[in-house]
């Protein structure tokens, strides 16, 4: 494994999330799993019941009119005895009486001491404009009752409405009242009613209708309302079995299933170490976040070598170090060789090295030695002795300065003492500094070698 390795950034953030919601996940997906569980059981397994209202059997009553005239009075249009059936108007001259016949017929799948009755009344009224009632006068025409009828089977209640000895009754009501303020309505009103045994319930069904009939001059008119049929159903309410729609039947099971894999997934992801971070992990995801939040005050240079000829201070977050360059009113270098950022402010460099998790491969693999000693190395061949201007400094005055330096120290080595406590005078520190310095640019003359 390699320093320059990059670790798949996505897949460990993954990881910290798995590791900080693990309990929320898991509980989320038990929920769901027991949800799902409950669903298909309710679903598939025991739907229960619910009341249910059909229809067994039904039966019904209906109700007409039949009318007719008969020519009575010679005229050169219709012969003598003709009758005229089922008109809306009729001749007053030639036809005065209208018979009518209601008709009342049921039908039933079973019935039994059925009895039905029919009454008809003639009414005559005059009403006013907002329904009120002036006067009113009525008249049972026919009545008649029937017994032991049979589905089927048509009861008749027939009676005869003489045109002209109505609109005389209405004409002395009104003269003897003296008055009309309203219109005179004439009409019939028949009420039916069927009583017994209709499909094994006992039965009494009421109605009442309306047969319309007004004279004008020579002809008076009928209005009849046709046939008024009533059909009753005979219901049951019994319970059946449960039954759900597809949404619920499929997803019940689906919703199980999702809840089932995903406690298994975190089930597996936590015994396999896959749902944690170690704290180099961690630390990296914070240097990665502290890097996209202040990349506006980061700028990518490479520094002189001079610069890291100061005293060196480290940061122990980049967080640190740009809150300490913000309130030094300085900016903040990303070396593109090294990937360390630093900060110059006085005399001193202040500097943050990333963490070693954001060079090295997957995240759950610790740095071993060799890879930090490589690592080490790489950054210093990488760094070459560059002029301020960015060229490459020359050799021969490297050597130079440092025959100088060595000439000096010797001549401080010369003239320096030990001190009273045995330790090493400044003039020995000095010797020392330029013997490491010349050691150490040997060493990497021989590396670069």
Same mark, same amino acid.
């Given at each position: 494994?390699?320093? @320059?390795? @990059?670790?798949?950034e996505t897949r460990l953030r993954f990881r910290s999330f798995l590791d900080a919601q693990f309990t929320v996940l898991l509980v989320v997906c038990l929920v769901l799993a027991a949800a799902g569980a409950g669903l298909v059981y309710t679903t598939h397994v025991d739907p229960g019941t619910e009341p249910e209202t059909r229809t067994v059997s039904s039966w019904t009553v209906e109700t007409e009119y039949a009318h007719s005239a008969e020519v009575t009075e010679p005229n050169p249009v219709f012969a003598l005895g003709a009758v005229l059936e089922n008109r809306e108007t009729y001749f007053a001259n030639v036809a005065p009486e209208l018979d009518v016949t209601p008709r009342v017929t049921y039908t039933a799948d079973e019935a039994e001491g059925v009895d039905v009755e029919v009454r008809s009344v003639l009414v005559v009224r005059n009403v006013g404009e907002e329904g009120t009632v002036y006067w009113e006068q009525q008249e049972t025409v026919d009545s008649t009752a029937a017994t032991g009828v049979t589905p089927g089977e048509t009861v008749t209640a027939p009676f005869t409405l003489n045109s002209t000895?109505?609109?005389? &009754?209405?004409?002395?009501?009104?003269?003897?009242? *003296?008055?009309s303020p *309203?219109?005179?309505?004439?009409?019939?009103?028949?009420?039916?009613e069927v009583a017994g045994t209709l499909n094994g319930e006992n039965t009494t069904y009421t109605r009442s209708v309306e047969f319309g009939f007004s004279h004008e001059d020579a002809t008076y008119t009928v209005a009849d309302p046709g046939v008024q049929s009533d059909t009753t159903e005979q219901t049951v309410t019994e319970p059946v079995e449960r039954t759900y729609g597809?949404? &619920?039947?499929? *997803?019940?099971?689906?919703?199980?299933?999702?809840g089932l894999l995903g406690v298994a997934g975190l089930s597996y992801a936590r015994y396999a170490g896959l749902s944690g971070i170690d704290e180099a992990e961690r630390t990296y995801l914070s240097f990665r976040d502290d890097r996209s939040e202040f990349d506006e005050w980061i700028t990518r240079i490479r520094l002189p070598p001079e610069t890291h000829d100061r005293p060196e201070a480290h940061a122990d977050t980049l967080r640190d170090?740009?809150?300490?360059?913000i309130?030094?009113?300085? *900016?903040?270098?990303?070396d593109p060789d090294t990937g360390a950022f630093h900060a110059v402010a006085d005399e001193y460099v202040y500097t943050y090295h990333p963490p070693l998790a954001a060079t090295r491969g997957p995240a759950t693999d610790?740095? @071993?030695e060799a890879d930090a000693d490589t690592s080490q190395s790489t950054a210093a061949e990488s760094t070459p002795n560059t002029a301020p201007d960015g060229s490459e400094a020359d050799e021969s005055a490297v050597d130079g300065s440092e025959t100088d330096e060595a000439d000096t120290d010797a001549s401080l080595f010369a003239n320096g003492s030990p001190d009273a406590d045995g330790s090493a005078t400044a003039t020995d520190q000095a010797v020392d500094h330029g013997a490491e310095a010349e050691s150490d640019d040997d060493?990497?003359?021989t590396e670069q070698s």
């Open positions: 494994m390699t320093a @320059s390795t @990059s670790p798949d000895a109505v609109d005389e &009754r209405v004409a002395a009501i009104e003269s003897e009242l *003296g008055a *309203g219109e005179t309505e004439t009409f019939v009103v028949t009420d039916v597809p949404l &619920r039947s499929f *997803g019940g099971p689906l919703v199980l299933v999702v170090l740009v809150d300490f360059a309130d030094t009113d300085t *900016g903040v270098v990303e610790p740095p @071993s060493s990497d003359a």
